[in-house]
């Protein structure tokens, strides 16, 4: 089993739409969960942390956590076009950092 | 500005003939890694430096070193690239503290080992 899950997509939205992206992870000393997000051939940017169980709004992000599930999601409001990209989900235990192999997002006109 | 800098950023090389990737951050970060990216596989970490001199492995890191002589830098050496190598590379640091995981990354060098 992968430590972090996630559907590779892709997910299709139509613009002004929620995109709504999932993450599982395995690893119970995980207390720190972040999402990236990566343009084709760019590098990944963070764009939404959470440490705490609930909901953590940024803008038209929400990032939102369940410890007990071991379920991390990230929603999109207001999908735009250039939201089209690629989302990691990332853990973070101690040392060890890991990602999951990312969600393709795709909004269309 | 605060960055990340990677160098080179496109490499093609042949099989066997060490080189090296390097990696200046100039945020004064402490935590510093290496990954490499492949399709279906996401990112994939290296190695891994707490502090200067302080240094371990990650997932995958047979057939790669590194080394972290100052805090700014942190290179990824390849003694003897093989085809297998071939990937996107990249760099990343992180501040101390509760920010330890929000890491900052560089731009990637996209390698092939012919």
């Known amino acids: 089993q992968k430590e972090v899950e996630q559907n590779s997509g892709p997910l299709s939205v139509p613009e002004g739409a929620i995109a709504s992206l999932n993450c599982t992870y395995s690893?119970?000393?995980?207390?720190?969960f972040f999402w990236y997000r990566q343009y084709s051939g760019k590098s990944p940017e963070l764009i939404m942390s959470?440490?705490?169980?609930g909901d953590k709004e940024d803008g038209r992000f929400t990032a939102q956590l369940n410890k007990a599930s071991q379920y991390v999601s990230l929603l999109i409001r207001d999908s735009q076009p250039s939201d089209s990209a690629t989302y990691l989900c990332?853990?973070?235990?101690?040392?060890?950092?890991?990602f999951g192999t990312g969600t393709q997002l795709k909004v269309e006109l | 500005e605060a960055q990340v800098t990677q160098n080179p950023r496109y490499l093609i090389t042949v099989t066997g003939k060490k080189l090296t990737v390097t990696c200046s951050q100039n945020?004064?970060?402490?935590?510093m890694s290496w990954y490499r990216q492949d399709p279906g596989l996401g990112l994939r970490q290296i190695y891994y430096?707490?502090?200067?001199?302080?240094?371990d492995k990650g997932d995958v890191p047979e057939g790669y070193k590194v080394s972290r002589k100052e805090k700014r830098n942190f290179p990824l050496i390849l003694e003897s690239p093989s085809p297998n190598q071939t990937s996107l590379y990249f760099c990343?640091?992180?501040?101390?503290?509760?920010?330890?995981?929000?890491?900052?990354f560089g731009p990637g060098t996209r390698l092939t080992v012919t």
């Open positions: 990343a640091s992180s501040p101390p503290g509760r920010e330890f995981h929000e890491q900052y």
């Open positions: 690893d119970r000393v995980s207390q720190s």
């Open positions: 959470i440490y705490s169980n």
């Open positions: 990332f853990t973070g235990g101690g040392n060890k950092l890991t």
């Open positions: 945020m004064n970060h402490e935590y």
């Open positions: 430096s707490m502090n200067v001199e302080v240094t």
